[in-house]
């Protein structure tokens, strides 16, 4: 693995949110938030993308003073930071909405829907409801069926605690709807589908248009699976050390959990230019 001396010149941080920039318990750490001051002292953009919607990450904005578009929905709806000017759009067509679905229930997990702007469930005490809820700051709509909410789909959701399940969920998935969607997990027990413009190798493309940043001037940093395809887009990438073995085998860097300050780690060891020491 290279060592931080030999670190590429970065320009622009691409930052996972779940189980990267926040603590399990979904807190911004205040040695997070002076990392992210300290980067754009030091003149690199900060980004952030999710699997989230836009709006689920609002309470970010301000205390990171976000000033770059934000990629929700892993790419699926990029917005500006006010969070409702649109940048780029990419939901799912209707049929494969429909057929979506039909996997996640035919592999026993609870379906969500999001659209551009709202959050749909079946049952609002099913598992997870409640902590995704609490994580995104606004409720689900409930409805008994999907039917007329399929058009301007951003991404389908399959949940279950049978983490066996959502594997062979996520590799059916993928299996059945190949090129013509990204299903991928970002939490061992959420599968996140949606538009194949819509993962986190796109975001880093996006980015790079967007915000003008040549892509190996990009660092990258994660801890899901669905987090590699942007590894394998960025000039740097770091896993973190609450990432699996495969993901950490990813990354150009591995840093400490989130639990651990990991993201504040990564910035300081491999992405801030290290203190200039007196002779």
Known sequence: MPNATNRKSVC????????TLVTQEKILTERAIRSVARLREAGIKFAITSGRPPRGMAM?????????????FNG???????????????????????????????????????????WYVRDVNAPHVARE???????????????????NVAKVV?????????????KDTQD??????????????YLDVTHPKANKGEVVLAMSELLNTPVD??????????????????????????????????????????E???FAEAMEKFVLPSPTIPQ
């Not at 622009?12 to 189980?19: E, P, Q, T």
């Open 60 to 72: 970010l904005v301000d205390p990171l003073k976000i000033d770059t578009p934000i990629a929700g």
């Open 158 to 170: 399959g949940v279950s605690d049978d983490l066996d399940a959502v594997l062979q969920c996520e």
């Open 12 to 19: 622009l941080i691409i930052a996972d949110v779940d189980g």
């Open 176 to 189: 059945a709807c190949g090129d013509q969607a990204s299903a991928a997990r970002s939490q061992p027990y």
């Open 217 to 258: 001037q990009i660092a990258t940093i994660g801890d899901m699976p669905n987090d590699v395809l942007m590894f394998r887009k960025s000039g740097v990438s770091i896993a973190m050390g609450n990432a699996s073995a495969d993901v950490q085998k990813s990354a150009t860097y591995v840093s400490s959990s989130n």
């Open 76 to 118: 699926g709806v990029i917005s500006k930071p006010d969070l409702t000017t649109i940048v780029r759009e990419n939901f799912l067509p209707r049929p494969m909405v429909e057929k979506v679905i039909k996997i996640i229930l035919d592999h026993k997990l609870d379906v969500w829907v999001y659209t551009g702007h709202d």
């Open 133 to 151: 809820q609490w994580t995104v700051k606004f409720p689900p709509l409930v409805v008994q069926k999907f039917g007329d909410l399929l058009e």
């Open 260 to 262: 651990q300050e990991g």
